[in-house]
C-alpha cells in the first residue's frame, strides 16, 4: 500500500511578498529554520525560494541580497503535487526536477509545502509498519 502524503504537509507556512529582498527571505528562513519560504503576489502563490535559489542565484553569482528582489531569483514553476499523492511519486518528482520542496494543491487552491526531509519520515514510517505487520503474520 503506497502511503498518501497528507499526513505529512505542513499548512502553516512562511511566505514573504515577491518584491521582498532576498536579504529578508533569509533572515525569516533562519529565524525560522527552513529551508525554502513560499512566494506570494497579487494573484497568489507566485513560486518559492529557496536555501539553492539564495546559493546559487543570490551568492554564487555575487549579488547584494538587499538588494535582490525575490521575483528575480525564485523558482518560478515550482513542482506541486496533491495531498493524494504517494511517497514515491513525490521523491520521483524530486528527482526529476531536481528539488527538495513541492507545494501542495487542492484544486488550485494552495493547501501547505513538503519537504524531502518529510517524505523520508513518511517513508520509513511506511517501512516500520510494513516490517510490525510481517512480524505479527510471522508469530501469529
Known sequence: MAWKIESKIVRKVASID??????????VMTKEFIGA??????????GIFTERD?????????????????????????????PNDSVSDCLDLMKNQRCRHLLVF???EFVGIVSLRDLVALMIEEK????????RYITS
Open 18 to 27: 515577491e518584491d521582498r529582498s532576498a536579504l529578508e527571505a533569509a533572515i
Open 37 to 46: 519560504i513560499v512566494v506570494r503576489n497579487s494573484s497568489g502563490i507566485a
Open 54 to 82: 539564495l546559493m546559487m542565484s543570490v551568492v554564487g553569482k555575487k549579488k547584494d541580497p538587499e538588494k535582490v528582489r525575490i521575483r528575480e531569483v525564485m523558482s518560478h514553476n515550482s513542482a506541486t503535487v496533491s
Open 106 to 108: 487542492t484544486d488550485n
Open 128 to 135: 516500520e509498519d510494513l516490517i510490525e505487520s510481517l512480524n
